[in-house]
T-cell receptor, first 117, second 110 residues
Framework: GAVVSQHPSWVICKSGTSVKIECRSL??????MFWYRQFPKQSLMLMAT?????????EQGVEKDKFLINHASLTLSTLTVTSAHPEDSSFYIC?????????????FGSGTQLSVL | GNSVTQMEGPVTLSEEAFLTINCTYT??????LFWYVQYPGEGLQLLLK?????DKGSNKGFEATYRKETTSFHLEKGSVQVSDSAVYFC?????????FGTGTRLTIIP
């Protein structure tokens, strides 16, 4: 089946630095990718919807200047957490929408655990 | 907006026990409903889905029926196995996005 690769799986960084997370669709083209954030014992919260070649659409309350999303190709989207602070520590998950599929065919990466010291 | 309320875990059962994980939703229109499963160290995988009222989704022995009158989509399995240990997420698709429940961690002991 379709596979989405998310990298890195975990990262520890110092406060004030930036961290980039990559999400790749390995065997299909994804015109749309989604970025989620999950706090312990809470839901996956949608942060933004990323469409290839256009600006991402951010959910209410998500700072677009802090969470930079780039979707430059049909197989790669990146999320950059800029000037990270401890409150940005969380589990980040991407998903990719299969170009050939219906609305419901979403494939998920295995997530990135970010810890900001 | 849309929301999903899911039974909180963790849930621990013995092998071959009956499983129910409750899920109710609030949504405008007629959303599609899903159960996703996340095995340790892996990404979320679609377990089953239902796209309209009274539809029953099923896969790997799991079932869930789309109940519009009770706005529910409870997950059931008649006899669980150790390999079913995972985190289960109920979700709905509406307004061009997936809305998730909080997830339920299931542990099956031999």
């Amino acid at each position: 089946g379709a596979v989405v690769s998310q990298h890195p799986s975990w990262v520890i960084c110092k406060s004030g630095t930036s961290v980039k997370i990559e999400c790749r669709s390995l065997d299909f083209q994804a015109t749309t990718m989604f970025w989620y954030r999950q706090f312990p014992k809470q839901s996956l919260m949608l942060m933004a919807t990323s469409n290839e070649g256009s600006k991402a659409t951010y959910e209410q309350g998500v700072e677009k200047d802090k969470f930079l999303i780039n979707h430059a190709s049909l197989t790669l989207s990146t999320l950059t957490v800029t000037s990270a602070h401890p409150e940005d520590s969380s589990f980040y998950i991407c998903s990719a929408r299969d170009l050939q599929g219906t609305n419901e065919k979403l494939f998920f990466g295995s997530g990135t655990q970010l810890s900001v010291l | 907006g849309n929301s999903v309320t899911q039974m909180e875990g963790p849930v621990t059962l013995s092998e071959e026990a009956f499983l129910t994980i409750n899920c109710t939703y609030t949504a405008t229109g007629y959303p599609s409903l899903f159960w996703y499963v996340q095995y340790p160290g892996e990404g979320l995988q679609l377990l089953l889905k239902a796209t309209k009222a009274d539809d029953k989704g099923s896969n790997k022995g799991f079932e869930a029926t789309y109940r519009k009158e009770t706005t529910s989509f409870h997950l059931e399995k008649g006899s669980v196995q150790v390999s079913d240990s995972a985190v289960y997420f109920c979700a709905l698709w509406g307004n061009e996005k997936l809305t998730f429940g909080t997830g339920t961690r299931l542990t099956i002991i031999p």
